[in-house]
């Protein structure tokens, strides 16, 4: 099993929808979780640190399960410039290791 | 304020040339890590520093590989006799700190060196 697994997409939605990327971790001791995106051949971004209680940034919602081992992101009203390849990160365990990514999920936004 | 930086941005190197990658953290950032992205994959982890010292390099694929960050600031990786499946890209991430708050933990990525070895 590997250690962080995505949805595998793509996902093609038209703009205005609503889109949500689940993501499963194994490594119980990790402690810091995150959700990047990563452009074609550019470097992943960050886009939201993921708090115990989730955590919203505008159109973006983001939410933890610890029990159960599962991350998502929730996108609403997407836009074109939201085309791009969602990374589910956690980190290796202690504070401040390695971060573990997953496969990345494509979203293409279209008009 | 200036990110993460990387040189060279791209390299092409024959079958068994040693090459050297280098990364240039935010100023003030005490973590920096190597990260290895394949075509199609997510990045996987390499080398991780603190400073100076070099805490985890659990992920370097093979004794060819070496990272150092000499004065905790700076770091090259190098990869000697490079090897086909040496080719992707190398990307450097620093990070603030390594402490207890999940922001302390947040990376930031250089745009990455893209290594093709012919």
């Known amino acids: 099993r590997k250690e962080v697994e995505q949805d595998p997409g793509p996902f093609n939605v038209p703009e205005g929808a609503t889109v949500a990327f689940n993501c499963t971790y194994s490594?119980?001791?990790?402690?810091?979780f995150f959700w990047y995106r990563q452009d074609c051949r550019k470097e992943p971004k960050l886009l939201m640190s993921?708090?115990?209680s989730g955590n919203e940034d505008g159109r973006f919602t983001a939410q933890l399960n610890r029990a159960s081992q599962y991350i998502s992101l929730l996108i609403r009203d997407s836009k074109l410039s939201d085309s791009a390849t969602y990374l589910c990160?956690?980190?290796?365990?202690?504070?401040?290791?390695?971060?573990?990514f997953g496969k990345g999920t494509t979203l293409s936004v279209s008009s | 304020g200036a990110g993460v930086s990387q040189s060279p941005r791209y390299k092409v190197a024959k079958r068994g040339q040693d090459v050297a990658l280098r990364c240039d953290p935010i100023?003030?950032?005490?973590?920096l890590f190597w990260y290895q992205q394949a075509l199609g994959q997510g990045p996987e982890f390499l080398t991780y520093?603190?400073?100076?010292?070099?805490?985890?390099k659990s992920g370097l694929p093979s004794d060819r590989f070496f990272a150092e960050r000499p004065e905790g600031s700076v770091s090259t990786l190098k990869i000697q006799r490079t090897q086909q499946e040496d080719s992707a890209v190398y990307l450097c991430?620093?990070?603030?700190?390594?402490?207890?708050?999940?922001?302390?933990?947040?990376?930031?990525f250089g745009p990455g060196t893209r290594l093709t070895v012919l």
């Open positions: 991430a620093s990070g603030l700190t390594s402490g207890g708050a999940l922001k302390d933990n947040e990376q930031f």
């Open positions: 490594n119980s001791a990790s402690q810091s």
């Open positions: 993921v708090y115990s």
């Open positions: 990160v956690v980190n290796k365990g202690s504070a401040g290791t390695a971060l573990i």
């Open positions: 100023s003030g950032h005490v973590s």
């Open positions: 520093f603190q400073n100076e010292a070099q805490l985890d």
